[in-house]
């Protein structure tokens, strides 16, 4: 268990809706990252959260947003869902921002499924 | 374009024997190289993480290895047993120190079964 909790575990949904997805990181953690796997595919970066700012972005599609709350909570929401959209969505927390070296911890992830 | 490339792809061997997995990246200059094991369904879970500087770490039963000038890493797995059976994924952060580490590279992995 690393410690990183997301809900929910499976998500079915229409295309066209809109959903949230929902992540506590690891305790004391500060950074969180949210990440996306399609079926065979790596895991592609989407954004990442320092204490509550938006720290980086990577190929995260305009109909996707997140944020990080106060408790250090994150949420990715994302909005006009397409079938592409079906996917295992991580997220990972890590301690701090920088790169060296700074061990990321993955949760259990949430499968999307759109229909 | 900063790459990871594995190989290969997938790999099949019996319960006992050894295996080794192949990493080539292009990313230029970076920080570190990690390898990950993701059971199928399960986030990824780290088993090495190098700096640029070293040259091998292990863990356990798990080797890696690295050569900078030639961009290459590889992941050994001794006595491989039943339960090794996941992908195995190699990851590359870009950039030498510092620095956000949001942008780090996944590359596709190698599929993993051991068979009894």
């Known amino acids: 268990d690393s410690g990183v909790t997301q809900t929910p575990k499976h998500l079915i949904t229409a295309t066209g809706q809109r959903v949230t997805l929902r992540c506590s990181p690891r305790s004391g953690d500060l950074s969180v990252y949210w990440y996306q796997q399609s079926l065979d595919q790596g895991l592609q970066f989407l954004i990442q959260y320092y204490n509550g700012e938006e720290r980086a972005k990577g190929n995260i599609l305009e109909r996707f947003s997140a944020q990080q709350f106060p408790d250090l909570h994150s949420e990715l929401n994302l909005s006009s869902l397409e079938l592409g959209d079906s996917a295992l969505y991580f997220c990972?927390?890590?301690?701090?921002?920088?790169?060296?070296?700074?061990?990321?911890?993955f949760g259990p992830g949430t499968r999307l499924t759109v229909l | 374009k900063n790459q990871v490339e594995q190989s290969p792809q997938s790999l099949i061997i019996l319960e006992g024997k050894n295996c080794t997995l192949q990493?080539?990246?292009?990313?230029?200059?970076?920080?570190?190289l990690r390898w990950y094991k993701q059971d199928t369904g399960r986030g990824p879970v780290s088993l090495t993480i190098m700096t640029f500087s070293e040259n091998t770490k292990s863990n356990g039963r798990y080797t890696a290895t690295l050569d900078a000038d030639t961009k290459q890493s590889s992941l050994h797995i001794t006595a491989s047993q039943l339960s090794d059976s996941a992908s195995y994924i190699c990851v590359v952060s870009p950039g030498r120190y510092g620095g956000s580490q949001g942008n780090l590279i996944f590359g596709k992995g190698t599929k993993l079964s051991v068979k009894p």
């Open positions: 990493c080539n990246y292009t990313v230029s200059p970076f920080s570190n």
């Open positions: 990972a927390s890590s301690a701090r921002d920088t790169a060296f070296p700074n061990e990321q911890f």
